[in-house]
Nanobody, 128 residues
Framework: EVLLVESGGGLVEPGGSLTLSCEAS????????MSWIRQAPERGLEWIAF????????NYRDSVKGRFTISRDNAKNIVYLQMNSLKTEDTAMYYC?????????????????????WGQGTQVTVSS
């Protein structure tokens, strides 16, 4: 059973930083690219960033480039998202998922059996 456990969210002022973590189990973590995605009520689901299986390739949504950094530790089955210079528009529930794009995330959800269930998520609220 795929299990994704996100943590590290919280309330932060604009310009602040947070580091999110996602511990994965139930699949061979090092065999899959991983992504962070987020959902805010007014914007729906957004793909944020991806990291390749070995961690040597990353890509980011334009709105977070230069502010967010994705990384992973394959020995610990953890993917991280370092978020700096946070903005109010970053407020959302954040999830991690296997896959490099939303299409791949949904495909792997069907293949690995977890569907669109990406853990409980971790809430990030950016507000003064």
């Amino acid at each position: 059973e795929v299990l994704l456990v996100e943590s590290g969210g919280g309330l932060v002022e604009p310009g602040g930083s947070l580091t999110l973590s996602c511990e994965a189990s139930g699949f061979t973590f090092s065999d899959y690219a991983m992504s962070w995605i987020r959902q805010a009520p007014e914007r729906g689901l957004e793909w944020i960033a991806f990291i390749s299986r070995g961690g040597d390739n990353t890509n980011y949504r334009d709105s977070v480039k230069g502010r967010f950094t994705i990384s992973r530790d394959n020995a610990k089955n953890i993917v991280y998202l370092q978020m700096n210079s946070l903005k109010t528009e970053d407020t959302a529930m954040y999830y991690c998922a296997p896959g490099a794009t939303m299409s791949a995330i949904r495909q792997l959800g069907r293949e690995l059996g977890h569907g669109d269930h990406w853990g409980q998520g971790t809430q990030v609220t950016v507000s003064s």
